[in-house]
């Protein structure tokens, strides 16, 4: 089974504070995702990486950054959290490198962050 | 662009009947492939479903089948038998390349 871990399941952080959230996948997958879930909006895609080192904008990037340094290991960043980062984050994973594919995306438990 | 519509934010199902949920995904796009999946309370989400575009047969899993209207945007999603278990938040989810979009779920109830 595909095993995809976030290293929080709650997170508490202060205004400004700079924030990690961190996500391993166990399966030698290509592709990882950060997107944020809230009531009434669904699943908004933040950041996602194809390849090591590799990133790519999702639909709500601003106030976000990722790393990529590892292929198992993907982490998203706040760099200055702000009250309206509030949120659950959830971190996935898909394996295909195929273009024109789309594979079906493993997700992790999910980090429910708080910014006070 | 694509778009993916949930317009039921909240279903409610007894125990042993049939119920069926709705999403529309727009696209410009002729191949692509949509999702569903279920996120339990307080647990992962996992893939409930998947139907690829191209094929005219829907895709069925155990007690789930999907309904896909291609020319009409329609993929809805059908639980028959409906368990306890099954009570959940559902998304729909749509996309031609790895990026998918998501609905904004619906949630069901399963009521005993």
């Known amino acids: 089974d595909v095993k995809v871990t976030q290293s929080s399941r709650y997170l508490v952080k202060r205004t400004g504070e700079k924030v990690f959230l961190e996500c391993v996948q166990d399966m030698d997958h290509e592709n990882m995702f950060w997107y944020r879930q809230d009531p009434g909006l669904g699943l908004r895609l933040i950041y996602f990486s194809y390849d090591v080192k590799m990133k790519e904008k999702g639909d709500i990037p601003e106030g976000y950054s990722v790393s990529r340094e590892k292929k198992e290991r993907f982490s998203l960043i706040l760099e200055s959290a702000s009250t309206n980062q509030t949120s659950m984050y959830l971190c996935?994973?898909?394996?295909?490198?195929?273009?024109?594919?789309?594979?079906?995306?493993?997700f992790g438990p999910g980090t429910r962050l708080t910014v006070l | 662009a694509q778009t993916v519509t949930q317009s039921q934010p909240e279903m409610s199902v007894q125990e042993a009947e049939t119920v069926t949920l709705s999403c529309t995904y727009d696209t410009s796009e002729s191949d692509y492939y949509l999702f569903w999946y279920k996120q339990p309370p307080s647990r992962q989400m996992i893939l409930v479903i998947r139907?690829?575009?191209?094929?005219?047969q829907n895709a069925t899993e155990n007690r789930f089948s999907v309904n896909f209207q291609k020319a009409a945007k329609s993929f809805s999603l059908k639980i028959s038998d409906s368990q306890l278990g099954d009570a959940a938040m559902y998304f729909c989810g749509g996309g031609a390349t790895n990026k998918l979009i998501f609905g904004t779920g619906t949630l069901l109830a399963v009521q005993p």
């Open positions: 139907q690829e575009a191209y094929k005219q």
């Open positions: 996935a994973s898909s394996l295909t490198p195929i273009w024109g594919y789309t594979d079906t995306q493993y």
